[in-house]
């Protein structure tokens, strides 16, 4: 069954339950799920007397497996629960509900209490009664005759006292997760100190790099840089071009035991004149490199057009 509260369906949870409802519900536990016990804990902070209320249940339940909450009545009574919470998952998603559709979750001896007049009452297929203020179950067996009070959700006004349940994925215990925030917030840390010297060298290392620009007067950019060094590549070319023409000339002297008669400059011309040539086959195995003519070479000098042309005569 259920109401609805605050825009929430509110639904009661027992081992058998079934629903059929896709949006976000509240939830009321069946007595089933839990154990309520009311103890004498003589502390007044309630936030000393949670952390003994588990020493009051070890006498009959595997404390390790639950958890517990508590509602201080006066200055030394306390209505504790306890509730396996493995358990309360498993029972939820048996009822076909996801975890993700659970608002809040109660225990139904607090949102019953208007029932507490000693009488028997219903709510599905169960039956309930106040004994000592304390909700307790009652066997169907037991009942000889059928209840005249049921419970109607739909004007069941929720309580303060609810309980939360971890995401069903959760394996950690509160200790852990202290822990792993501290390594997290400390790694966080950590990297914003790299981050900041990373940022603190790069800044260090561009204004070395623009001042040694500055200095050595270059190009302030990457493509004018790449522009200048495809020029000084033409020019070193053409420098190895002349040295190569040079060479050749030499070696034509060396090898055909020639003589420069005269050099003579004709405008864009330069002819070179060899007397007393040894031989010819010599000559002929003269080669220039690159494959340029034997005995004509030209040359773009500094945009100025010269050929050099070797002529001569033999002994």
Not at 5 to 29: A, E, G, P, R, W
Not at 30 to 35: D, F, P, T
Not at 226 to 245: F, H, M, W
Request: glycine share 0%; hydrophobic share 40%; net charge positive.
């Amino acid at each position: 069954m259920y109401n609805i509260n605050k825009n929430y369906k509110t639904l009661f949870l027992t081992k058998n339950s079934k629903f059929d409802y896709k949006q976000k519900v509240n939830l009321i536990l069946s007595a089933q799920l839990y154990w309520v016990r009311v103890f004498e804990i003589p502390i007044s902070s309630y936030k000393d007397a949670i952390k003994v209320v588990p020493s009051f249940f070890e006498d009959f339940l595997d404390i390790e497996q639950y958890k517990f909450y508590a509602i201080k009545l006066n200055d030394i009574q306390y209505l504790c629960f306890a509730y396996n919470q493995t358990q309360i998952i498993e029972t939820i998603k048996q009822s076909n509900l996801s975890l993700s559709q659970i608002n809040n979750i109660y225990f139904a001896h607090n949102e019953f209490l208007s029932y507490n007049n000693d009488q028997i009452f219903k709510l599905d297929d169960q039956y309930m009664i106040y004994k000592d203020d304390v909700l307790v179950l009652i066997p169907s067996s037991f009942i000889k005759s059928q209840p005249n009070n049921y419970v109607d959700l739909d004007n069941i006004k929720l309580s303060k006292h609810k309980i939360y349940i971890q995401n069903e994925l959760s394996f950690l215990d509160t200790k852990s997760a202290y822990i792993l925030s501290i390594i997290f917030i400390l790694l966080i840390i950590v990297n914003g100190i790299k981050l900041y010297q990373i940022k603190k060298t790069t800044k260090i290392l561009t204004n070395n790099l623009q001042l040694t620009k500055q200095t050595y007067h270059l190009m302030p950019t990457i493509i004018q840089t790449k522009s200048v060094i495809r020029s000084l590549k033409d020019t070193s070319s053409k420098q190895i071009k002349i040295r190569e023409a040079l060479n050749y000339i030499f070696n034509f002297s060396k090898i055909t035991k020639g003589q420069i008669q005269r050099v003579d400059l004709s405008e864009n011309k330069i002819l070179i004149y060899f007397i007393k040539i040894d031989s010819f086959n010599k000559l002929k195995s003269l080669r220039f490199i690159n494959s340029l003519l034997y005995l004509s070479i030209a040359l773009l000098i500094q945009s100025i057009f010269l050929e050099f042309t070797l002529k001569w005569s033999f002994v």
